[in-house]
């Protein structure tokens, strides 16, 4: 199994620019979550879906906008990017029941210009 | 509004020494707890989860406890090795509905000298 993975590693942007993150689990995970990154900041929920077709906003989902079309993928979009949308970007996914372990993928490292 | 507070933000230990991170967190309605493991320019690993009915669970050389009514979890790390190097992540879960929601501390970064 290949766990939880991200698509792209790397990305740079302009202001203004749109993009979208790929984020796949095949771990048949019913709950899957959105984070940005920041230095001494921790992590900090984007948005998160409980199933297929059903998103729901975190703590900061201001600027960006997701889909679940399908349960294996969750679909982050930046519209019109900026630069304090730099940060790192992981998806992780989980079971809905306990003890709901959270997987993370290997992060989206994005720069704003 | 759960927050979650890591103190130190960076430590370093010689090879060898037991230590121990701490985690603390202002909402005891906590459904569960969860140290991860975090290497320069990767992801999380988790290393350990606590159940908010457990006191502790241990992996190998790891062992983690929860206090909920202290608010408070620590990770103890015995007989450490340059390999521990990494920043130490906890994370507490909440429950409100269907939602599921982790809040992060911001992390202690542990350097083991050789």
């Known amino acids: 199994n290949a766990g939880v993975t991200q698509t792209p590693k790397f990305r740079v942007l302009k202001t203004g620019q749109s993009m979208t993150l790929l984020c796949a689990q095949d771990m048949n995970h019913e709950y899957m979550y959105w984070y940005r990154q920041d230095p001494g900041m921790g992590l900090r929920l984007i948005h998160y879906s409980v199933g297929e077709g059903t998103t729901a906003k975190g703590e900061v989902p201001d600027g960006y906008n997701v889909s679940r079309l399908k349960k294996q993928n969750f679909l982050l979009g930046l519209e019109s990017a900026a630069p304090s949308q730099t940060s790192v970007y992981f998806c992780?996914?989980?079971?809905?029941?306990?003890?709901?372990?959270?997987?993370f993928g290997p992060g989206t490292r994005l720069t704003v210009t | 509004k759960q927050e979650v507070t890591q103190i130190p933000a960076a430590l370093s230990v010689p090879e060898g020494e037991n230590l121990v991170l701490n985690c603390s967190f202002t909402?005891?309605?906590?459904?569960?707890l969860q140290w991860f493991r975090q290497d320069p320019g990767k992801g999380l690993t988790s290393l350990l989860l606590i159940q908010s009915s457990q006191r502790e669970q241990t992996s190998g050389r790891l062992n983690a406890s929860l206090d909920k009514s202290s608010g408070r979890s620590t990770l103890y790390i015995a007989a450490s090795q340059p390999g521990d190097s990494a920043t130490y992540l906890c994370?507490?879960?909440?429950?409100?509905?269907?939602?599921?929601?982790?809040?992060f501390g911001s992390g202690t970064q542990l350097t083991v000298l050789p």
């Open positions: 994370a507490g879960k909440t429950v409100s509905g269907s939602a599921r929601q982790l809040t």
């Open positions: 992780a996914s989980s079971y809905p029941l306990a003890p709901s372990e959270q997987y």
């Open positions: 909402d005891s309605a906590i459904y569960n």
